[in-house]
């Protein structure tokens, strides 16, 4: 079992950045691949950027490529999401997501929400242009 905290998200202001946290409990973190996604309003829930147990491989949707930055620290059983030239339509609930994994591997594949063990419950990110 692993549960999922996110802290971070907040209302900032078009062009501006913020550090999305991912704080897992449990000793396994690291047999885990993460993955942020986000819903905004009305919409599915997409992904948004993964990273591999070990945090070799990471994967992002080509429109964040650039301008998000996944990371993670398995000492500290956490996983990051830096975020950076935000625009409007980047607001949504951001969330993070735990896939149990035997290799270390982030690519296409990893992005489904079906795929995904473990939830967190969500942050807010607002925009504001």
């Known amino acids: 079992q692993v549960q999922l905290v996110e802290s971070g998200g907040g209302l900032v202001q078009a062009g501006g950045s913020l550090r999305l946290s991912c704080a897992a409990s449990?000793?396994?973190?690291?047999?885990?691949?993460m993955g942020w996604f986000r819903q905004a309003p009305g919409k599915e829930r997409e992904f948004v950027a993964g990273?591999?147990?070990?945090?070799?491989?990471?994967y992002y949707v080509d429109s964040m490529k650039g301008r998000f930055t996944i990371s993670r620290d398995n000492a500290k059983n956490t996983v990051y999401l830096q975020m950076n030239s935000l625009k409007p339509e980047d607001t949504a609930v951001y969330y993070c997501?735990?896939?149990?994994?035997?290799?270390?591997?982030?690519?296409?594949?990893?992005?489904?929400?079906?795929?995904?063990?473990?939830w967190g419950q969500g942050t807010q990110v607002t925009v504001s242009s």
């Open positions: 990273i591999s147990r070990s945090g070799g491989r990471i």
């Open positions: 997501a735990a896939k149990y994994t035997v290799g270390d591997s982030m690519n296409y594949y990893y992005t489904a929400v079906r795929g995904y063990d473990y």
């Open positions: 449990g000793r396994t973190f690291s047999t885990y691949a």
